[in-house]
Structure formats: structure tokens, C-alpha cells
């Protein structure tokens, strides 16, 4: 069960991995969604100070998550740029860091809150239905890892909505846009210069949407669709918040 714990990619053989759309993918899936359920229950029990600390230990949790992945694998040999914390939804450590430490009423904390909810939760649940990661077993060092941070990176901006700490609508669809229009351009320079696949700009996940983008339009092709996938999601959720939401 654990022969291949602290393995990485390359020493994985095939066929040990848990596997996508598996058995063992929506057992973990259905695992996850009751934690959250328990922990956004217990939150939204709780009084203004315990939030407050609830959302700082989450925070701080996803950044130590990531030191200790990145030291671990540093420790073993394995640590690479490749395993740097550059994906789109890895960004939920520094917003979630900055929302947590600011002032609850605070304007830029609103606006981190937005994106965080409407662009960076959506990135992380998608990374859990589709993960990259699923050549590796459930019992290894990355895998478990990797479920349990996207867990909490989809946990703290649910707190946020139930904290109530932005107030999300169509009007603000620009947030989420601005902020990926900005990171973007970075990330995809990193990604060729470091010969990386950061937000999944170079070349789409096996299995996910974006491959049949790939197969059916070409390149660049896909990346237009991918774009438009990542409007259509940022415009859903906040029309169904608008529309949920008193």
C-alpha cells in the first residue's frame, strides 16, 4: 500500500494509479465534499472572532502545505520547477494570506475575495474532478497532498460567501478578468522560457475538456476555447450567485 509513498512521477509504474473517473477518484470526490460540508457547517456556527482565526489557519495551512511538498521533495531529490507553486488555482495561497491577514471590511481584501470565489475555487474543483496527478496511488506522498489542498483552497472562499466578506454579482465580473489578464502573460512567458505547463497553457490535461478542445480545434485553436470556457464559468457562477443570493 505505501511502496510507492514518497515516488514521483517518474518512478511510478503504470498502472498503480488511482486513476480518473475511477472508483477510488469518486470515493476520495465524495470524501472531500463532506469535509467540506462539516467544516462550512462548523463555520457558519461560529461567532465573528472564530471565523476570523478559522480563516487565518486555513491560510496559513495552504502555505505550509506547500513548503513542506517543496521541501520534502527537495529533501528526496526530486524538486524541480515544475512543482512550483505557479498554477492558476496555487494562487489561493497568496490571496487567501492576504484575505485572512487584512481588515474585514477592507476594499482590495473584497476584491481578492471575489476572484477567489469566482475564478480560483473553480480552478481548484476542476483540478479535483480532472486532477493531473492521477497516475500516482491514493496512499502517495503528492496524491494525498494534493487532495487535501485543493479541499481547502475550495473551503476558504466558500467561508468567505458565508462570512459574507464580498458581495459578488455580474457587475464585478470584471474583477476575475482583470486578475487573470494580468498573471497571465507572466506565467505563460515562465511557461516557455522553463518549458512548463502552467495554467495548462502549452498543452491541455490528458482526459480533461481542454483535450477535446485539442483534438477538435488544433492549435491555437483550443487556447481560444479554453479562454472562452474560462468566461462562461467566471459569467455562470456569478450570475447563479446574483441570482441566489439576496
Not at 462548523?42 to 487565518?56: M, N, Q, T, V
Not at 476572484?115 to 503528492?142: E, Q, R
Request: with cysteine; proline share 5%; aromatic share 18%.
Amino acid at each position: 500500500m505505501f511502496d510507492y509513498f514518497f515516488c514521483v512521477e517518474d518512478e511510478i509504474p503504470d498502472g498503480t494509479g488511482f486513476g480518473l473517473f475511477s472508483i477510488e477518484h469518486f470515493c476520495v470526490l465524495a470524501l472531500i465534499a463532506a469535509v467540506i460540508v462539516l467544516l462550512c457547517y462548523f463555520f457558519s456556527r461560529s461567532d465573528e472572532g472564530r471565523r476570523a482565526l478559522i480563516l487565518k489557519v486555513i491560510a496559513i495551512m495552504l502555505a505550509a502545505m506547500e513548503i513542506v511538498k517543496i521541501s520534502t521533495l527537495a529533501a528526496l531529490g526530486h524538486m524541480s520547477v515544475g512543482y512550483l507553486p505557479l498554477h492558476f488555482c496555487s494562487f489561493a495561497i497568496y490571496t487567501d494570506l492576504i484575505i485572512a491577514f487584512l481588515p474585514r471590511q477592507n476594499k482590495f481584501s473584497a476584491f481578492l475575495s471575489e476572484v477567489d470565489f469566482v475564478a480560483l475555487m473553480p480552478g481548484a474543483l476542476s483540478a479535483l474532478i480532472t486532477p493531473d496527478w492521477y497516475f500516482y496511488p491514493l496512499m502517495n506522498f503528492m496524491s494525498i497532498h494534493s487532495f487535501v489542498w485543493h479541499m481547502l483552497a475550495i473551503t476558504f472562499p466558500i467561508m468567505l460567501l458565508i462570512d459574507r466578506r464580498f458581495t459578488p454579482g455580474l457587475r464585478h465580473i470584471w474583477m476575475p478578468i482583470l486578475y487573470i489578464a494580468v498573471i497571465t502573460p507572466f506565467i505563460a512567458l515562465f511557461d516557455v522560457i522553463f518549458k512548463c505547463n502552467y495554467f495548462f497553457i502549452i498543452w491541455p490535461v490528458s482526459g480533461s475538456i481542454l483535450e477535446t478542445y485539442y483534438y477538435a480545434l488544433g492549435t491555437p485553436g483550443w487556447r481560444f476555447a479554453y479562454a472562452a470556457t474560462v468566461f462562461a464559468v467566471i459569467l455562470t457562477i456569478s450570475g447563479l450567485i446574483e441570482l441566489c443570493l439576496p
